[in-house]
């Protein structure tokens, strides 16, 4: 399957900004799906994730309750909404499809990675 993440951009702190993960070349619903990010100098970092149906969903704790993961499979895509945005969460933020049946956080378990989208958040 093919990831291409889009949405990001340029906000200001306490902005929102929603990001996009659309998928092609395979069922999309046979995939748990994640968001993660990559700061300058810094490891990739769990964000969130959603389960197969969408029923499951889960965040790290430096962005849950700012953030909300979820996905149509009818439109085989996956979205992000962040709200109360921080300059910390400035960083590529990268979306990743994984055969495993339920939301996870583990990087290594992801079998396929989108090219990542610029998140900027700063005044």
């Known amino acids: 399957v093919q990831l291409q993440a889009s949405g990001g951009g340029l906000v200001q702190p306490g902005g929102s900004l929603s990001l996009s993960c659309a998928a092609s070349?395979?069922?999309?619903?046979?995939?748990?799906m994640g968001w993660f990010r990559q700061a300058p100098g810094k490891e990739r970092e769990f964000v969130a994730a959603i389960s197969r149906s969408g029923g499951s969903t889960m965040y790290a704790d430096s962005v849950k309750g700012r953030c909300t993961i979820s996905r149509d499979n009818a439109k085989n895509t996956m979205y992000l909404v962040m709200n109360s945005l921080k300059p910390e969460d400035t960083a590529v933020y990268y979306c990743?499809?994984?055969?495993?049946?339920?939301?996870?956080?583990?990087?290594?378990?992801?079998?396929?990675w989108g090219q990542g989208t610029q998140v900027t958040v700063s005044s």
């Open positions: 070349g395979g069922t999309f619903s046979r995939y748990a």
């Open positions: 990743a499809a994984s055969l495993s049946s339920i939301a996870t956080m583990t990087a290594p378990v992801y079998d396929y």
